[in-house]
């Protein structure tokens, strides 16, 4: 069972930046499929960002340029730096870790930008 833990949502301006973190429960990144997901109120949990066990990422082209996924293995954790955020990305952000047959999520953390 694997377990994973976000940290580091809030409330920022727009134009702000925050950091996400998401602590997993061992040494998995190197089998298991990462990523970050975010689901508005009313809306579908969409792709934010994923980072594969290689370490390749592929962003949501609504997210491109502004936000960056990373992950350090020694630590067990994958971030997410968002930068020039926007009102529209206002969400609770999930971190996700998959493989075949295996999806596990986070209990999801608040991001609210507004002004």
């Known amino acids: 069972q694997v377990q994973l833990v976000e940290s580091g949502g809030g409330l920022v301006q727009p134009g702000g930046s925050l950091r996400l973190s998401c602590a997993a429960s061992?040494?998995?990144?190197?089998?298991?499929?990462m990523g970050w997901y975010r689901q508005a109120p009313g809306k579908a949990r969409d792709l934010v960002a994923v980072i594969t066990t290689g370490g390749t990422t592929i962003y949501a082209d609504s997210v491109k340029g502004r936000f960056t996924c990373s992950k350090d293995n020694a630590k067990n954790t994958m971030y997410l730096q968002m930068n020039s955020l926007q009102p529209e990305d206002t969400a609770v952000y999930y971190c996700?870790?998959?493989?075949?047959?295996?999806?596990?999520w986070g209990q999801g953390t608040q991001v609210t930008v507004s002004s």
């Open positions: 061992g040494s998995i990144f190197n089998v298991y499929t």
């Open positions: 996700n870790a998959r493989k075949p047959s295996y999806n596990y």
